[in-house]
Nanobody, 116 residues
Framework: QVQLVESGGGLVQPGGSLRLSCAVS????????MRWYRQAPGKERESVAGVTSSGATNYADSVKGRFTISRDNAKDTLYLQMNRLKPEDTAVYYCRGISGTGRTYWGQGTQVTVSS
């Protein structure tokens, strides 16, 4: 059974930075693609950023230029570097992986709160 475990969330002031991590319990290479999602209170879960096994990335318009997604195959970890954070970035952030066999895996989520 593959597990995804997020970490790195917390409370940060507007304009600050955080780096989220998503550790894969097996080799991250089994994942064809990985993506970060977020869900704010009372809102639907939305896609934030994604990365394929070849390294291609894409971002939601709301985070372009501020967030960077990356994967470290040697550490079996997915990252989301978040800079110039805004109060509207407050949400629970989840990582998702889709394996080469088509199975989908989700982490348990990590809370990010942007507030002064």
């Amino acid at each position: 059974q593959v597990q995804l475990v997020e970490s790195g969330g917390g409370l940060v002031q507007p304009g600050g930075s955080l780096r989220l991590s998503c550790a894969v319990s097996r080799s991250i290479l089994i994942m064809n693609s990985m993506r970060w999602y977020r869900q704010a209170p009372g809102k639907e879960r939305e896609s934030v950023a994604g990365v394929t096994s070849s390294g291609a990335t894409n971002y939601a318009d709301s985070v372009k230029g501020r967030f960077t997604i990356s994967r470290d195959n040697a550490k079996d970890t997915l990252y989301l570097q978040m800079n110039r954070l805004k109060p509207e970035d407050t949400a629970v952030y989840y990582c998702r992986g889709i394996s080469g066999t088509g199975r989908t895996y989700w982490g348990q989520g990590t809370q990010v709160t942007v507030s002064s």
